[in-house]
């Protein structure tokens, strides 16, 4: 196991008054593990804490109860080079004034490289995520959107993580372009033996590219799915609900009450 949750509360204060505060239940008591080299997909529609649950996994904010558990290859690392992220919008997760080999190179500033160590670094990653080493020198917007979020993926692989979370990582992209970004993480997580928590709204996308997955609503884990072949047998009727208008489902959906 590399990460585990167990019963994973968060909540945020509101301010109803000035005399009164209460709090706002974001997730609620969530458990899931991710494995080694393995794509855990996290399926729910927008304002269901699936970025919330990123966060925390990411230990970018702290559970209000549950455990969040890692193994101890990745407590052994440094942070950066445990865990990584792609984000959905990459036009924000970079800086504009960087060129893209400085973008690269941000998780490698503490690395002990020299400049030419580091140079032939940049270009390789630049070759693993299919971009030419000519752009290097390039601002991000001298770049398309699909040429971005690869130079995002590469920034992430570039400290050789051993977990990668991708919040919405293809989302923004166009449909053709987002196959190709898929197909580029499904060997980017066999080449390097990654593993990723993948984070959608989008069941066609997750059912591509994950090896099992986790339907999230209101903050809590509704179904499981072990066997993507075995995905038109969810049982839940939030599920099926979102299945049948990704076309995923033959019969129209069922509620409970109506069943024989």
């Given at each position: 196991m590399l990460i585990q949750l167990t019963d994973v509360t968060k909540s945020y204060a509101k301010d109803d008054s000035w005399l009164f505060r209460s709090r706002t239940p974001v997730l609620k008591g969530v458990s899931l593990s991710v494995n080694h080299s393995e794509c855990v997909g996290l399926v729910g529609e927008s304002g269901s804490g699936k970025s919330t649950l990123g966060k925390i996994v990411l230990g970018l904010e702290a559970c209000d109860s549950g455990t969040v558990s890692y193994a101890e290859e990745l407590?052994?690392?440094?942070?950066?080079?445990?865990?990584?992220?792609?984000?959905?919008?990459?036009?924000?997760?970079?800086?504009?004034?960087?060129?893209?080999?400085e973008i690269i190179n941000e998780p490698l500033l503490n690395e002990p490289l020299s400049p030419y160590e580091r140079d032939r670094l940049i270009t390789s990653l630049l070759a693993e995520v299919g971009l030419p080493a000519e752009?290097?020198?390039?601002?991000?917007?001298?770049?398309?959107?699909?040429?971005?979020?690869?130079?995002?993926?590469?920034?992430?692989?570039?400290?050789?993580?051993?977990?990668?979370?991708?919040?919405?990582?293809?989302?923004?992209?166009?449909?053709?372009v987002q196959v190709q970004v898929l197909e580029l993480l499904q060997t980017l997580k066999q080449t390097r033996n990654v593993a990723y928590l993948f984070i959608t709204h989008d069941i066609t996308v997750a059912s591509f590219l994950c090896d099992r997955l986790l339907f999230f609503k209101e903050g809590m884990v509704v179904e499981q799915v072990d066997d993507i072949s075995q995905l038109n047998r969810v049982a839940d009727p939030y599920t099926r609900q979102l299945l049948e208008a990704a076309g995923y489902l033959e019969i129209p959906f069922l509620n409970h009450s109506s069943n024989p």
């Open positions: 407590l052994e690392l440094p942070r950066y080079q445990a865990m990584s992220v792609v984000f959905q919008d990459y036009n924000t997760s970079v800086n504009p004034r960087l060129t893209i080999a752009l290097r020198t390039r601002y991000p917007h001298q770049l398309s959107g699909g040429q971005l979020q690869r130079v995002c993926i590469a920034r992430a692989i570039a400290p050789n993580p051993r977990f990668i979370l991708l919040d919405e990582a293809v989302s923004s992209l166009d449909v053709s």
